[in-house]
Nanobody
């Protein structure tokens, strides 16, 4: 089993920055962490969950709405995924989730493992 725990959310003014973290736990995950694809997703009230960024073997993918502002990275030694968010906009306000999957990698919600989420609120 894999457990994912997000942290780092909060409230910030437009133009500000936040860094989200996602710690991964579980025997299977520790063994195969470096091979897993990891992703960040977000869901605003009344909207569907959408993919923000994904990373696998150093390859990254971003949603058009965050390109040039967000950076996804992974520290294999710490079993931790990060999302550096710069130049935040009010429309970035959402619950942010991390996800992991041993096979699928992309911005679809097809991931097998999900965290509980961390709230990001950007005020204008």
């Amino acid at each position: 089993q894999v457990q994912l725990v997000e942290s780092g959310g909060g409230s910030v003014q437009a133009g500000g920055s936040l860094r989200l973290s996602c710690a991964a736990f579980g025997a299977a995950y520790s063994t195969y962490y470096s091979t897993y694809c990891m992703g960040w997703f977000r869901q605003a009230p009344g909207k569907e969950r959408e993919g923000v960024a994904a990373i696998s073997d150093g390859s990254t993918t971003y949603a058009d709405s965050v390109k040039g502002r967000f950076t996804i990275s992974k520290d294999n030694a710490k079993d931790t995924l990060y999302l550096q968010m710069n130049s935040l906009k009010p429309e970035d306000t959402a619950m942010y989730y991390c996800a992991a999957d041993p096979l699928y990698c992309g911005l679809s919600t097809r991931y097998n493992y999900w965290g509980q989420g961390t709230q990001v609120t950007v005020s204008s």
